[in-house]
Structure formats: C-alpha cells, structure tokens
C-alpha cells in the first residue's frame, strides 16, 4: 500500500536525520510531502486547490488594500472606497488600456527573450531585460538583494562542501596554483568561497568570485587567495577550465 510505503520512508529518513545524515533533512521534507499526498482523498486534494486559490486572492487583496485602492472592513473582508471607484471609471481605465494596448500592439506579450529585439513586458516597463539590470540602478535594493542571498545559507547550516563531496572530487583536479580550482558565479560578497577557503586552505587553485560591480565595489577585503571578478553571467563566461 502506497501509504505504508511512504510512511517507512518517513520513518527512515527520521532515524537517518537523528543519526547525523545531514543529507537526510531535504530528503525528509519531499517524504512527508509524498506522504500526505498518498494519505489525502481526491475530495480533500480538491479542497486544497480551492484554498489556495482563495489564500492567493487574500494576497491580492492584501496589497490592494495596502496601496489604499480597497478598505479591509473585516477578518479577510474587502470594501470598495472612493479609489476604487476612481480607478473603474471610463478615463481611469481608458489610461491602463493605453500602456497595454500600446505594449500589446507594439512588441506584443513575449515572455522570454528568446529571439534578439524581443521587448518583454519587464524591458518594456523598466528598460532592462532582466532584475539584475533594474537593481544596479537602485544602489539601495541592490545591497538588499545582497544581504538577502549572503544570508540564505548561515553559518550554522551544513555548508554546500559538506553535502556535496568536493574535497574528493577535487582530489584529482589539476594540482597547479595558478590554475582555476573553482568559480563562484553571483557569488555575492564571496561567503561561499570565503567558507571553502576556511575549510580547506591547503587545496591548491585559484578562486574567482564573479558578481556585477556594484557587488563588488562594495567588499572592504576578500582573504587572501579570492579574486573578484566582474560579471554578467548573461554574457560568455571569461573563464575557461584547462
């Protein structure tokens, strides 16, 4: 039966977890995902796809309200006001219509820059193919989206070098100082590196942390045997293994 089935793999990835597997916790999560999964009714499945779907219409609103175009009355209860009024009338939203039917006439709705010239609608509104683009504008949401990926991955956690078995692999890697041992690409302010190189100071190579140089300028040091490197990983990589 799938349900015992996938109860023994709980099981075993909980004693696996207690016994010190620190690969066991992500494998563990997708197990008690799979569990529910099987232990659910198609009524109750059905269930939660509609909760969702109300949950995400509470967001919606949720910033609605925020931006003061609707009045929350109640417990995940929404009134219109006289914003709201305001934003459905002919003119106001006659001034929408114009920036899509002008976007939607124009490149039209291409998701991908796939081909060279598409526009999606994300240059088209910020001028910039990608997020990266639109935060080197913005010195303040750059150094937030900074903080925000240095800090995914804190100390305390196992660290990407003790899940995946790099000391071995590198083993029989290419045992020159000025060859490149490793590239970090929008490695941020370095933490990932920083830590290796803390770890294993003795693995012979050089370590090339690659960010957009807003990122980078804002590094007081990097330790001894990392260098920074700008850029854009939507460009061909500069570095080339031997």
């Known amino acids: 039966m799938a349900v015992s089935r996938e109860l023994a793999e709980v099981q075993r990835l909980v004693a696996a977890e207690a016994a010190g597997d620190k690969n066991a916790h992500g494998e563990l999560l997708r197990a008690i995902r799979q569990l529910q999964l099987a232990v659910e009714t198609p009524v109750e499945t059905t269930s939660r796809f509609n909760f969702q779907t109300y949950t ?24 219109a006001n006289e914003k709201t009024h305001f934003k459905i009338l002919p003119g106001s939203i006659a001034a929408e219509k114009h920036q899509l ?15 060279p010239g598409a526009i999606t609608l994300f240059k088209y509104a910020h ?9 080197e504008k913005n010195p303040e949401q750059k150094q937030a989206f900074d903080d925000y990926m240095a800090s995914r991955r804190v100390a ?11 000391v071995e692999k590198f083993s029989d890697a290419h045992q020159d100082p000025n060859a490149t041992l490793m590239v970090d690409v929008g490695g941020g302010p370095g933490q990932e ?10 693995i012979p190579g ?17 330790p001894d045997g990392i260098e920074p490197m700008e850029y854009d ?10």
């Open 193 to 202: 590196l920083i830590r290796f190189k803390e770890r294993h100071p003795d």
């Open 156 to 166: 305390n956690l196992p660290q990407w070098f003790e899940i995946y078995p790099a």
């Open 233 to 242: 990983f939507f460009t061909p990589q500069p570095v080339k293994g031997m």
């Open 56 to 79: 995400c219409s509470v967001r919606v609103m949720r910033v609605l309200t925020a931006i003061g175009l609707c009045d929350e009355v109640g417990n995940e209860t929404y009134a």
């Open 101 to 115: 039917v002008e976007y939607m006439r124009g490149p039209g709705i291409q998701q991908f820059v796939d081909e």
């Open 127 to 135: 001028g910039t193919d990608v997020i990266f683009g639109l935060l």
């Open 206 to 222: 050089r370590l090339v942390l690659q960010d957009l140089p807003l990122t980078l300028q804002r590094i007081e040091k990097l």
